[in-house]
């Protein structure tokens, strides 16, 4: 039986605009089995954002084709296409006059739950990732720690049952000690929920815990794709580069 794709993106190359002669992302193809966790890992500049923006129609391909759930994102409706994904962004991206649970319900909101329903989806989101609704769903975000906020981002991202999550570095401002908490509790909740998760990150340990599958950008192209467990036997220029940063910062996860 072949491998249902969630995701899949055809031979797509991005332009910044029309006229640009630099292509950001250059005839960029992967897949992304349901339930998988597909990490892009690469360094700053290297194309990671741009192709997250492609995967939930923010911008376009200017070439190929990417492919949700079987469809092109341009046969999506737009805001339909987004309300189905998940986006977490470094530092949460959370609307500093919203309350948490405002904050946690705004998807179900426009999406026009009942009352009810919607409080109730709250709590339990605020419980999946660790937070008791009675302490923090009537604070301000700048009443949160950095931890804190990574986790009502996570909550939000998931709190209208999305199939897809899109994960831009959401740990990548937290210390070392928060930074390895959230792995593993993300880790745990991937397993659980069986999301399709696409995760950002330019940290290749990050990459080797969290992923199923790891594709390397490098300008804009895909120069290496492996399991986590052959990764780090490639023999690519800019595998072994990160390897060599890694040893750098300690033994192998």
Do not use: C
Not at 186 to 199: C, D, H, M, N, W
């Amino acid at each position: 039986m072949a491998v249902e794709n969630t995701i899949e993106v055809r031979g797509a190359s991005w332009r910044a605009t029309p006229e640009s002669s630099k292509e950001i992302l250059v005839n960029v193809s992967l897949a992304v089995p349901k339930g998988r966790t597909l990490v892009l890992l690469g360094r700053s500049g290297s194309g990671k954002t741009s192709l997250l923006k492609l995967i939930n129609g923010m911008q376009w391909p200017t070439s190929g084709e990417v492919r949700v759930e079987g469809r092109t994102t341009r046969e999506w409706e737009a805001i339909r296409l987004r309300r189905h994904i998940g986006y977490v962004i470094q530092e949460a991206g959370l609307f500093p006059h919203f309350t948490v649970a405002e904050n946690v319900g705004l998807v179900p909101k426009l999406e026009n739950w009942p009352a009810a329903k919607l409080a109730a989806r709250v709590e339990e989101m605020l419980r999946l990732v660790g937070l008791d609704a009675r302490e923090f769903a009537h604070r301000r975000p700048r009443e949160l720690s950095g931890g804190q906020r990574q986790r009502v981002g996570v909550a939000r991202a998931l709190a209208a049952d999305p199939p897809i999550l899109l994960m831009d570095e959401p740990f990548g401002a937290l210390d070392p000690v928060t930074r390895t908490e959230l792995r593993l509790e993300f880790r745990a909740l991937a397993q659980r929920l069986e999301k399709t998760i696409v995760f950002v990150t330019h940290d290749l340990r990050e990459a080797l815990f969290l992923a199923s599958d790891i594709v390397l950008l490098e300008k804009g192209r895909v120069v290496a794709s492996a399991k986590p467990e052959e990764f780090l036997r490639l023999q690519h220029p800019e595998v072994l580069a990160f390897t060599a940063s890694l040893e750098l910062n300690g033994a192998p996860a």
